[in-house]
């Protein structure tokens, strides 16, 4: 290779730290599979959920709940890839719509150029772990559920005994 390269734009600097988290998440989960099987998965969602746990509770900002917290994080993460995403306050908590998912879109795109994927679909490990992360770091009276619609997702961060937030 020849010459100087140009500077990256922005656009590009994005889709290039998409592709080399993409990578690099494909082969840690290709890793523990391989070595570990579905027993090192399982460890590696509960040290994974434990690491952003205790990151999430240094990161709070004053005055924002820790439910409040991982809801907005979990958002920005699915808008990193330009998912279809809205929250909605509930009268017992949060809702956050995730309509059309640019994760699981990614990764079709890249299935289609020939990516060899770990996993045939990304939600149930995503699901796994973001509730895993929930039960380390919300306040423990709230739940955190998600169900599955369609290319996309409804999570859920609910108290039962409140009537609003």
Known sequence: MTGEMSP???AEKVDLWRQRF??????AEEFVL???GEEGLAGWIAANSRITAELLRAQRPDGVSATDHFMTRLQRQLLLYDSAV?????????VLRNADCGILRYRKEAARAGVVLTFSSPCP????LNTAIAARYVEPD???????????????AENPHSSHR
């Open 142 to 156: 709230v739940k955190v559920s998600c169900e599955q619609a369609g290319d996309g997702c409804t999570w859920r």
């Open 125 to 128: 490990y995503c699901q796994e």
């Open 8 to 10: 990256l734009a922005p």
């Open 22 to 27: 993409f990578e690099a998440q494909a082969a």
């Open 34 to 36: 391989g070595e570990h």
């Open 86 to 94: 809205s929250i909605e306050p509930q009268p017992s908590g949060t």
